[in-house]
């Protein structure tokens, strides 16, 4: 069993940034690798970024690469999101998960075990 709480949301202006934390209890947690997805009002969740559980693997959505970077520290118990550039359309619920698969896409709701409860973004223009 793993459980995540994620952490850092909050509202900021357009082009600012913001970084999420995602921390995991458990001894497990190097061995499960992390996504991050978000869910805007009136829309369905998507994928926004993943990291392998080795860390030599990161995955981006088309509309978050170049601004958005994923990372972990495993000694921590931790993920992380690195959110530059953010932009109006960012606006949404980010929640982290921890997938045990290991030849998944690491894109779908499906490849996933355990999920946080969510931050709220907030970008403003």
């Known amino acids: 069993q793993v459980q995540l709480v994620e952490s850092g949301g909050g509202l900021v202006q357009a082009g600012g940034s913001l970084r999420l934390s995602c921390a995991a209890s458990?001894?497990?947690?190097?061995?499960?690798?992390m996504g991050w997805f978000r869910q805007a009002p009136g829309k369905e969740r998507e994928f926004v970024a993943a990291i392998g559980w080795s860390a030599d693997r990161t995955y981006y959505s088309d509309s978050v690469k170049g601004r958005f970077t994923i990372s972990r520290e495993n000694a921590k118990n931790t993920a992380y999101l690195q959110m530059n550039s953010l932009k109006p359309e960012d606006t949404a619920v980010y929640s982290c998960?921890?997938?045990?698969?290991?030849?998944?896409?690491?894109?779908?709701?499906?490849?996933?075990?355990?999920w946080g409860q969510g931050t709220q973004v907030t970008v403003s223009s």
């Open positions: 998960a921890a997938s045990s698969a290991r030849f998944a896409t690491l894109r779908l709701h499906s490849d996933y075990d355990y």
């Open positions: 458990g001894r497990a947690f190097p061995t499960y690798s």
